[in-house]
């Protein structure tokens, strides 16, 4: 109270203040979080898209033949093969629970990949003779149909 008898309106109103920032912050946070999980859930339905064409290309090469294709998405995710035995392979990446015990082809942006952006696959996949690790960029690759496996070779 003042002076004169009356209740002091500043602490009230800095009460006030604080709980209104408090929740603008909130209101913030939330929309980081939503925002956070739709352009991941993006991300994700780009690599599976991408994944999806860059089978579709492998599958059509001919027995004894090779193809050259452009991969370009998404750019810096890593291309991975997986054998039916490991769940980790030789470069760290993480095979997808639901992909134990299968062949596999994942798209991977950190050593965890997504199970949606992974596929089974029975032929295998190697990279001038090892098992597949490729990181995605703006790159021709030339994918030679060796019948047992695909040996994919990138172009200088």
Do not use: H
């Not at 006030?16 to 920032?21: C, E, M, N, R, S």
């Not at 059509?60 to 039916?84: H, R």
């Amino acid at each position: 109270m003042n002076k004169r008898g009356q209740e002091d309106p500043t602490g009230t109103n800095i009460v006030k203040l604080v709980i209104a920032i408090l929740g603008i912050v909130m209101i913030l946070v939330v929309i980081g979080i939503a925002l956070r999980a739709y352009f991941s859930d993006i991300s994700i339905e780009k690599a599976s898209s991408s994944l999806d064409t860059i089978l579709t290309d492998i599958s059509n090469v001919p027995a004894g033949e090779s193809k050259t294709i452009t991969l370009m998405n998404p750019q810096g995710w890593y291309l991975v093969y997986f054998n039916e035995n490991d769940n980790i392979n030789l470069g760290g990446f993480e095979k997808p629970e639901n992909m134990f015990g299968k062949k596999a082809v994942c798209v991977c942006k950190t050593s965890k990949c997504d199970p949606k952006a992974c596929k089974e696959f029975q032929t295998q996949l190697k990279l001038n003779g090892s098992p597949l690790i490729l990181r995605i960029q703006i790159i021709d690759v030339e994918i030679f149909n060796k019948v047992e496996y695909y040996d994919f070779v990138v172009q200088k």
